[in-house]
């Protein structure tokens, strides 16, 4: 974990509310791992409102050009200054944080499931997949057509499907495909997801991320602290990324 200070070289917005952040940030981007995030702070230098630092997924990462990329959907006042912030501009950054996905070397046929807000956590996650050989399938839940994640930001091998009916039901024959699944959905569809496919239930089979608003993201102040199967753990530093057994089971 460091801080580190990275500079914007590009901001898109790719609907209203939505914007892709690029940035150099040659550090973050040797060490970090799909599914880990970095707490930004979201203010000015010399203010000190909000407090706190926000967390972001590290979206994508051209390593090469120690280049990266924060996908960002406005809720607050937080998110809202980060996504005005323009090229040149400077973050002020700690990270990369947490315990992010774990691909086995013998997975084959990787699926994907995210809702369209939480698609961050599984992109840089795709990419590393398919370095490793693997085929990668994407479910994207989205509300309504017009709120989907571009597929322009894909690796052309993902296969992406945009769900905006029914995904339990969708999702049965991409499960009884792949030989493991990642799933940045909410608690609510991971639930339901779990209980409707005994796949779901199996070892090491399925994984998924937990979020809430963080305060510190390095596992000092304790505030994220949920109960597992297992016991107690922190989302910021035993995750967010969790066996699915473990959070529901
Ligand atoms: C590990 C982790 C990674 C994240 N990665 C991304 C990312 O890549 N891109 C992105 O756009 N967002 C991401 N988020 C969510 C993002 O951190 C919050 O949207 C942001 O902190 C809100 O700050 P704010 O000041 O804009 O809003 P606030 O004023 O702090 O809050 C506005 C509203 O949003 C709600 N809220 C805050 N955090 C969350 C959350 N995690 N989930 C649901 N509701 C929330 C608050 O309860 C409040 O109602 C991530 C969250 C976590 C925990």
């Not at 590290?58 to 051209?62: F, R």
């Not at 322009?152 to 052309?156: H, I, R, S, T």
């Given at each position: 974990m460091r801080l580190s200070i990275a500079t914007i070289t590009a901001n898109t917005m790719?609907?209203?509310n939505v914007h892709l952040i690029e940035m150099n940030a040659p550090q973050l981007v040797q060490s970090v791992q799909p599914g880990q995030f970095c707490m930004v702070r979201?203010?000015?230098?010399?203010?000190?409102?909000?407090l706190l630092r926000r967390p972001f997924f590290?979206?994508?990462?051209?390593r090469s050009r120690g280049l990266c990329t924060l996908l960002v959907t406005v809720r607050g006042r937080g998110s809202a200054w980060l996504a005005q912030q323009q090229a040149g501009m400077q973050l002020d950054l700690l990270g990369p944080l947490g315990r992010g996905w774990q691909l086995a070397t013998t997975m084959r046929n990787l699926l994907l499931i995210g809702e369209e807000a939480q698609m961050a956590a599984l992109t840089m996650l795709a990419e590393v997949a398919l370095d490793q050989e693997m085929a990668v399938t994407l479910l994207c839940l989205s509300?309504?057509?017009?709120?989907v994640y571009p597929p322009?930001?894909?690796?052309?091998e993902v296969e992406y499907h945009i769900v905006t009916g029914d995904l339990l039901a969708e999702a049965g024959e991409y499960l009884t495909w792949a030989d493991a699944v990642c799933c940045s959905v909410s608690r609510e569809t991971l639930t339901a997801l779990y209980w409707r496919y005994e796949r779901m239930r199996r070892h090491k089979f399925a994984q998924g991320v937990l979020l809430q608003p963080l305060a510190?993201?390095?596992?000092?102040?304790?505030?994220c602290s949920v109960e597992m199967r297992t016991g107690q753990q922190l989302i910021c530093r035993d995750g967010p990324v969790f066996a699915v057994r473990k959070i529901i089971g």
């Open positions: 790719l609907r209203p979201c203010c000015h230098p010399q203010a000190q409102d909000p590290i979206h994508s990462v051209q509300r309504t057509s017009d709120a322009a930001l894909l690796p052309e510190c993201g390095s596992g000092i102040c304790l505030t």
